[in-house]
């Protein structure tokens, strides 16, 4: 198992952000978490990545137990990526820059060769090399948050809701980067959606979360076909598919 | 390579290098900044004052401390281009070689400064708890007191000079800057891209030096440049109390106050520094005007 996490729980004072929250994830594989705003699962993202260090349970990453404060090691094989690409990358500084800050931080050589490969990789042209982020799109951003999260060559990309941010015409781009990206390198994922398609388009398993704990784990088949069992996750895919109902009975009026 | 050619390789689209990017970014500023007439205008008084100090020597073939008693208090003359003080010395190289003090101080001041200042806000915002309740309510400390009266007493508690007196400037000047570091420090501490630079395991050293304390430093700048006019005036009006500059060195302040006597009679002897001044405070506060609109983010 790549990524083992047993009783989590995140609490803000009084009230549990996350409570008792329990999956593993096989390395190569992706596991979605869904649940509307609020339900915890960006909490949950967050303890994984180190980012809040205020939590219980037991994290365990290609089975080594990670503690709260987290190491050079654990960033060179954990990276995140995150949900607004316009708040993600410094104002201040060029792509070369953002891209150049892993390599500089975990001293690794070659920083010409490896930035002009990270931005193939993600399909940037390379004049996109030494511009300010106010100077790319939405989704080029996004591309280069990825390249970035790639930088120092992880094994698992944790993302929080990487396209919902972005044009839907994007968003198809950014998600179909991120599964190539899953093959060729033999990534492991965790994706944070509330979007349903999103998550069953990219992850094999999909855990749903309400109020702070993850009521169901099933696979995308189950969900697809509507063989739930907790009534959160037939509410949430019920949604969904009148969503998308709405948005094809909207196409055709257009 | 031609003018036009080197504008068109400042703005480029699609830089090809890091120090590219670098000077076009800094270019895009400067057309922005040429377009304010008014922080220009401060801009090329506050040159000319910098230029004029530093060249003194060259601009008069007078001694600042050569004293005429048989030609003191005379008015603008082919001689004298601004007249004579209360002991016949030149009032035009004294305000030359006057500018030198009073300018060195001001930028002194500044030096010393601005950098205690970031690093203080900085540190205090992105650490939070103790380290920022402590820094900060050392800060409060020297808020608590008017920065003249402070000042005061630290030069009269070490000893009348100037550099007893930038050094009295500095210590009451630098808290307003620790708070706006912090500040500007605050809003940007949770900001994604901080994550991000955490989530590479940087150290909390290298992400305050490289990626916070480089946002701060614009509006730094503006405050600075805004403050000059204030810390100026600090340094004059220590120099008028006799706690800055002693004579006979030439200080705008003290220039004031030593003639000070002589206002209705020979009015020329004290309003010239006096307006030497208003002009350095005035250009001043212009150009951190005009630099305000280029640098501060929040201002578009």
New interface residues.
């Given amino acids: 198992m790549m990524i083992e996490v047993e009783n989590l729980s995140v609490r803000y004072g009084t009230a549990y952000a996350a409570r008792d929250v329990s999956f593993s994830v096989a390395r190569g594989e992706s596991f979605g978490i869904v649940g509307e705003s609020g339900s915890g699962k960006s909490t949950v993202l967050r303890a994984l990545?180190?980012?809040n260090r205020d939590w219980t349970g037991t994290i365990r990453v290609g089975g080594e137990t990670v503690t709260p404060a987290?190491?050079?090691a654990?960033?060179?094989r954990v990276?995140?990526v995150?949900?607004?690409p316009y708040?993600?990358?410094?104002?201040?500084?060029?792509i070369?820059?953002a891209l150049s800050?892993?390599l500089l931080?975990?001293g690794i050589k070659d920083i010409e060769t490896r930035i002009a490969a990270a931005l193939t990789e993600v399909a940037l042209p390379p004049?996109?090399r030494?511009?300010?982020p106010h100077?790319l799109s939405g989704g080029q951003r996004q591309r280069v948050?990825i390249a970035?999260a790639l930088m120092?060559g992880p094994e698992v990309l944790l993302l929080d809701e990487p396209t919902s941010a972005l044009d839907v015409s994007v968003q198809a781009e950014v998600l179909n980067l991120l599964s190539d990206l899953q093959e060729k390198r033999g990534l492991t994922y965790i994706l944070v959606s509330h979007n349903l398609a999103v998550v069953s388009h990219l992850c094999a398993r999909i855990g749903v979360m309400q109020g702070g704990e993850m009521v169901e784990q099933l696979t995308a088949e189950d969900l697809r076909a509507g063989r739930t069992k907790h009534p959160h996750t037939e509410a949430l895919r019920r949604l969904s598919v009148e969503l998308e109902e709405t948005d094809a009975q909207h196409g055709k009026a257009a | 390579m031609t003018a036009l050619s080197r504008r068109e390789w400042l703005l480029t689209?699609?830089?090809?290098?890091?120090r590219?990017?670098a000077w076009g970014?800094a270019y895009r500023g400067w057309l922005q900044f040429r377009r304010n007439k008014l922080a220009m205008a401060g801009l090329v008084t506050v040159i000319v004052l910098v230029l004029a100090a530093v060249f003194a020597p060259l601009l008069t073939l007078q001694d600042p401390s050569t004293q005429d008693l048989a030609g003191r208090l005379a008015p603008p003359s082919a001689q004298h281009w601004l007249g004579t003080d209360e002991l016949g010395r030149d009032l035009y190289t004294r305000l030359l070689y006057g500018g030198r003090v009073t300018l060195g101080m001001v930028i002194a001041v500044v030096v010393l400064v601005a950098p205690v200042g970031l690093a203080v806000g900085t540190v205090a915002g992105y650490a939070g708890g103790l380290a920022d309740r402590v820094l900060m309510r050392v800060t409060d400390i020297f808020l608590a007191f008017p920065r003249l009266i402070l000042a005061l007493a630290f030069v009269a508690a070490l000893k009348p000079g100037v550099s007893s007196a930038v050094f009295a400037i500095a210590l009451t000047a630098w808290p307003p800057y620790a708070r706006l570091a912090r500040a500007e420090t605050l809003t940007i501490r949770n900001?994604?891209?901080i994550?991000?630079?955490?989530?590479?395991?940087?150290s909390a050293g290298?992400i305050v030096l490289r990626?916070i304390a480089?946002?701060c430093v614009s509006s730094l700048i503006v405050r600075v440049t805004l403050d000059m006019s204030g810390i100026i005036l600090t340094a004059a009006g220590l120099g008028f109390l006799g706690m800055g500059a002693q004579p006979p060195m030439p200080e705008w302040g003290t220039m004031i106050a030593a003639t000070r006597g002589f206002i209705l009679q020979q009015w020329w002897v004290p309003t010239i520094p006096g307006l030497a001044i208003f002009a350095a405070s005035l250009a001043f506060n212009l150009l951190g005007d005009g630099l305000r609109d280029v640098l501060d983010?929040k201002r578009g």
């Fill in positions: 990545a180190g980012l987290r190491d050079r654990f960033f060179r990276q995140m995150f949900q607004d708040g993600s990358l410094h104002p201040r500084q060029t070369d820059r800050e892993p931080v975990h004049s996109t030494f511009r300010y100077q948050a970035r120092a | 689209e699609a830089p090809e290098s890091r590219q990017a970014r900001a994604d891209f994550s991000a630079v955490r989530l590479t395991g940087a290298r990626h480089p946002l983010p």
